[in-house]
């Protein structure tokens, strides 16, 4: 199933923006290829983003299929972490696609503890720190949408079980 535009336009968003504070703040991110602190989950999407990601792993080859398979059986990681790095990069979820950024939740700053090491969360500008209250808001209406549009369950799904 193509991806849904809406989702598109989030992602270019959270991209555009991940891309603008990581630039303001290039010597407090830690986050390079490699890095997987954030991929120790057992993570469940929604069915909007799901689709994009079975496409991704329809036209893998088969060498990686059989790479993320064999990771099914282990809880330490993401299925998806394959040799260090993420196997559906381009189609990965927007929580994938936030981590390492300054996040606001619930009134409450964090961020990846190798990442603003030393710096004053509470100090950085508003337009710095993602608010994953917003964000989450917009992702669950995209869902509903796409479930009314397409008739999906609307029942969360692991990632493991892309597969």
Known sequence: ???HPS???L???VDSFFARVQLAHSEAFACRHGCADCCAVDLTIFP???GPIEEALKA???SL???IAARRTRNDHCVMLVNGACA???QRPIICRSQGLPLLADEERAVCPRNFVGSDLD???TGDVLNLNTLNTLLSVLHQIYCRETGSSPERIRVADLL
């Open 7 to 9: 989702l598109l336009e």
């Open 11 to 13: 992602r270019l968003k």
């Open 65 to 67: 299929l059989q790479a």
């Open 60 to 62: 893998a080859p088969d």
């Open 1 to 3: 199933m193509p991806i």
């Open 123 to 125: 100090g950085l500008a």
């Open 48 to 50: 909007v983003e799901a």
């Open 88 to 90: 559906v990069y381009e």
